[in-house]
């Protein structure tokens, strides 16, 4: 950017791009996951992995593309977001690798399907796709306005995408949730992307409905009611998460869902009343839903009392299968402790099938231990935090909106998911992002990585320099 | 927008602190627990990860770790004779634990005793893989085989103790199992417990230290002794005042003897027949309290750690008259392990010190280096001196000339004491019975050995035939001569 050169008093101030912040940030989120790569090799065979050179230039590859794409692209962009994600993705590979050598899970692979194919070239690919979203949200999304052209559009792509795991032929169950669609070879979970697609139709929709949300209401009971034309909204979220968890067994997608879109709604309508009637609304759906679904049941006997319930349930049953599951994740979180056996040595894999994908925190519970799970969550604090800021810092109400909605359900995610891994809220069956093993949550994650970019540059893009004004002539001081 | 904004970002601190703080509750506080959980694998994965120490007699393993190439547990436990060796060693299983030694000593053999840190930092340097650590026993060979094969096809226990230090020379139970056979966990292995399991004859049941048994005749000697300590008898060959026949006191309820002669007979000769009238007279003329008193000087009503757990003994504290005087020839709730009768035994044949029975006699780092040795302990003085050695001179008159002479050796310089037993048990004592025999070697340098015997409900003989000088005394001697031959 050339020097302010006119002469009025109030000059556009140059925030600093901190692209070379970003770039050292960069430098060492690759350099960590190649020495984790390193760490699991040795702890494993003795030796220096065969793939190490490959795995740490690919990584770089991919961060290097993708940050001279925001250079380019979105110079003012908030630089920790993207060494966060990159960080992230590369950690998580390592550890999918990692699972990838348990002889364990080969020796299960191989009794149940006759093959083993490990999960961690697919996932490089993935990242590489991700990556590859990434930029392309960068270079087709200018101006994140844009989006609210497509506010409606969004609402039924989000609908259909929803229910497309439903549809007979295309969705296909697996492990009891019916979240999946299978397209040739692939299978994908629309549910991650339209994670990103109600979150731009709700902004698009608050920001048109806020007023008559905020103002046109009843005061009863300290509370304000809106009126039931303002409801219907979110009544329709309502029933449609709910009809996810009852048609799709998936309590965690459902329950993201609505989160967000009761944080939106407060943030978009100041009325804390929206809060408290979602808290309710979500409640009362709990109960209803776990009151006849065996499949939330069952998670909330595991989350209550694993060790106990692994004994009262009948053996084979949902109900033990699930307790067992919980009991194996908690053992590993503890044998852990406070620093961990190391990458490569614990024994995570004992979790089973899906060791790399829902339980993948267990793994850096066990190996990396009290110590390293903390350094994750505030990794993903970091992300939530940045993206918390972007919406401040947000000049359209749209980008505030979609900002917040998008970090806001992140956040919710990360919740949801590590706090189920854990044991302090029950199970819901998703993925940590960026870290777990799949194709569709590492590609809308990355979206969502470039979505929220998109907005931060334009949040922190210096406001353009004003016009020369002819008034401002240069003062003639007269010097002695 | 700006304050729900930051409302809802403090929000999402929360959640993350809530995170943080529960990751503290599991990782930190919790951690032991879940460690250390029956259910956690991971024990048992780190149990047979590396080649597992060994347990040794005579200084050579009795059992051997075998590389079963598994993708959960590396090694697999083998035994060398197991069923002969099981009620020493224990098992270790991969899929049902471990128990006994295996278990006990755990530490040591996987070689993650903290005792054993240094020799794994060691190890780490150095680049070996980790070892774990033996278990030596103070067992003897030669004894063990002896004991184990006498009893053959009965079913039984032996237990034979040094009485000058407590080691443990011989501890058999029979039927015994093969811990080899359910060391896996594969199906097979699986068949294999749950068979054990289900057998009627408990296989698994260490008859040795962990069956309490009615200890019939062989109690007497219990018996003698706190009538000679109480100073009720002073002179062994003096007559009893006791009536033929003598009935239990406050009742009418006579006390049959199979002996003859037993009208005032002395205290030498009654224990030489075996007379049920002046033995319970004795035990009621020495009364509840002091016959307590000797009997737990002895080890009764305790456990006993050897370091494996015993059962407790039996001699109840409160009877009435008459259920004492029975209980003092070993009738009634009177019970005891065959650990316990061994240790009456020696305690009488090491002049009355009675030494805490122990069979770990010490316990090496992979290095061979001791991490801990075993030292003999006094644990009790039951009889003096003096009266120690009045009840040497009877036990060995019951083996000269009367009803153990089967387990005389007929050694030079070698002399043996011991006492018969045939307990009766049972609704109307219509079981079969119980065929006992304790006896100890004694010679000039003192003694090398008291054995402990029974036989149980031994099929194939008479009921008329069982004897404890006739099934029990023959495996005592045995016992005896194995743990002399091996003395040189």
């Given amino acids: 950017m050339s020097v302010v050169t006119n002469t009025t008093t109030i000059g556009a101030i ?440 998109r907005i931060s540059d334009t949040a922190r893009r210096p406001a353009p320099s004003p016009a020369p004004s002819p008034d401002a002539e240069m003062t003639q001081v007269v010097r002695p | 927008m700006n304050k729900p904004l930051r409302r809802v970002a403090i929000f999402c601190g929360l959640l993350i602190l809530a995170l943080l703080l529960r990751d503290n509750w599991v990782q930190f506080v919790r951690a032991d627990e879940l460690n250390s959980h029956p259910d956690n694998t991971r024990v048992r994965i780190e149990r047979y990860a590396n080649a597992r120490g060994n347990i040794i007699v005579d200084g050579k393993p009795i059992t051997g770790s075998l590389d079963s190439k598994d993708e959960y547990y590396k090694y697999k436990r083998t035994y060398t004779d197991g069923p002969m060796w099981a009620p020493v060693t224990g098992y270790a299983s991969q899929a049902y634990d471990a128990n006994q030694i295996e278990k006990i000593e755990d530490g040591i053999l996987t070689g993650n005793d903290d005792r054993l840190f240094f020799d794994r930092t060691l190890a780490m340097f150095t680049g070996e893989k980790k070892k774990g650590g033996d278990v030596v026993t103070t067992l003897n060979g030669a004894a063990q085989k002896a004991a184990f094969e006498g009893l053959g096809n009965n079913t039984g226990a032996v237990v034979a103790i040094e009485p000058s230090t407590g080691k443990i020379l011989a501890m058999a139970s029979t039927p015994s199992y093969d811990p080899s056979s359910f060391a896996g966990y594969s199906g097979k292995d699986e068949k294999a417990w749950v068979a054990l399991e289900k057998n009627k004859n408990k296989p698994k049941l260490n008859r040795a230290i962990r069956e309490i048994y009615p200890p019939g005749s062989v109690f007497k000697v219990v018996t003698a002794a706190a009538a000679l300590e109480s100073g009720k008898v002073t002179d062994i060959n003096a007559a009893t005042d006791t009536p033929e026949p003598y009935n239990l006191p406050l009742t009418r309820v006579p006390m049959k003897n199979h002996a003859s002669g037993c009208e005032n007979a002395s205290l030498n000769l009654a224990l030489q027949v075996s007379c049920n009238s002046v033995f319970a007279k004795l035990g009621d003329e020495v009364g509840l309290a002091k016959m307590t008193e000797i009997a737990e000087k002895f080890g009764f009503n305790a456990e006993q750690f050897t370091p494996v757990r015993s059962a407790a003994s039996v001699y109840d504290k409160d009877m009435e008259r008459s259920e004492n005087a029975l209980s003092s020839i070993g009738q009634f709730n009177t019970a005891t392990t065959p650990l316990q009768m061994a240790m009456v035994t020696a305690a009488i044949a090491n002049d009355g010190k009675l030494m805490k029975p122990y069979m770990i006699d010490q316990l090496r780092a992979p290095n061979l280096d001791v991490v801990k040795q075993n030292e003999p302990e006094e644990m009790s003085r039951p009889v003096s001196q003096k009266n120690a050695q009045l009840l040497q001179q009877m036990m060995e008159n019951v083996v000269t000339k009367g009803t153990g002479r089967n387990a005389d050796l007929h050694m030079d310089g070698v002399k043996v004491g011991g006492k018969t037993g045939t307990a009766q048990h049972g609704e109307k004592n219509a079981k079969r019975p119980y065929a006992w025999f304790i006896s100890y070697a004694k010679t000039a340098q003192g003694s090398p050995v008291a054995v402990a015997v029974i036989v149980e409900d031994s099929e194939g003989t008479d009921r008329e035939d069982i004897s404890g000088g006739g099934l029990a005394a023959p495996i005592a001697k045995d016992v005896m001569k194995a743990v002399l031959k091996s003395r040189g």
């Fill in chain 1, 14 to 453: 140059e925030a600093p791009s901190r692209r070379n912040t970003e770039l050292a940030l960069l430098a060492f989120a690759v350099v960590i996951p190649v020495f984790a790569y390193l760490n699991v090799g040795l702890a494993i065979d003795g030796k220096v992995p065969a793939g190490m050179a490959g795995y740490g230039l690919g990584l770089a590859l991919l961060a290097g593309v993708a940050h001279l794409v925001v250079r380019k692209w979105a110079p003012y962009a908030d630089p920790l977001l993207l060494p966060l994600a990159t960080l992230l993705n590369g950690m998580g590979l390592v550890l999918i690798w990692r699972l990838d050598q348990s002889p364990r899970l080969i020796a299960t692979s191989m009794r149940l399907y006759d093959s083993f194919s490990p999960d961690a070239p697919s996932q490089m690919m993935y990242s590489a796709i991700g990556i590859a979203m990434f930029v392309g949200v960068l270079l087709l999304l200018k101006d994140h306005r844009v989006l609210q052209r497509y506010t409606y559009i969004s609402m039924v792509v989000s609908l259909v995408l929803l229910l497309l795991p439903l549809v007979p032929g295309l969705g296909t169950d697996s492990f009891g949730a019916k979240i999946w669609i299978r397209v040739g070879g692939f299978s994908i979970q629309p549910g991650e992307f339209a994670k990103l697609v109600l979150a731009v139709f709700f902004s698009g929709y608050l920001m048109v409905k806020r007023d008559a949300l905020a103002l046109a209401s009843r005061r009863f009971m300290g509370l304000y009611l809106p009126r039931g034309r303002d409801l219907g909204p979110i009544l329709t979220i309502w029933a449609v998460s709910l009809l996810i968890l009852v048609f799709e067994n998936d309590l965690g997608t459902s329950l993201l869902f609505f989160g967000m879109f009761v944080i939106m709604l407060y943030v978009a309508t100041e009325r804390t009343s929206w809060i408290v009637m979602g808290l309710l609304m979500a409640a009362g759906g709990a109960v209803a839903v776990s009151s006849f679904a065996s499949h939330v049941q069952s998670r909330v006997a595991a989350w209550l009392d694993p060790f106990e319930c692994l004994k009262t349930a009948p053996a084979g049953s949902n109900m033990a299968y699930a307790c067992d599951q919980m009991t194996e994740v908690l053992m590993s979180f503890g044998s852990g402790g406070i620093l961990g056996t190391g990458l490569g040595q614990g024994n995570s894999d004992l979790i089973g099938f899906a060791a790399n994908s829902d339980f993948i925190f267990a793994t850096v519970g066990e190996e990396l231990g009290l110590a390293g799970v903390m350094v994750f969550l505030l990794l993903y604090g970091l992300i939530v935090e940045r993206g918390v800021r972007t919406a401040l810092a947000a000049r359209d109400p749209f980008g505030k909106l979609l900002a917040m909605g998008l970090s806001g359900a992140f956040a919710l995610q990360i919740f949801v998911v590590a706090g189920g891994v854990m044991g302090l809220i029950p199970l819901t069956g998703m993925t940590m992002p960026f870290l777990a093993y799949g194709g569709s949550s590492v590609i809308a994650n990355w979206a969502l990585i470039g979505i929220l970019i």
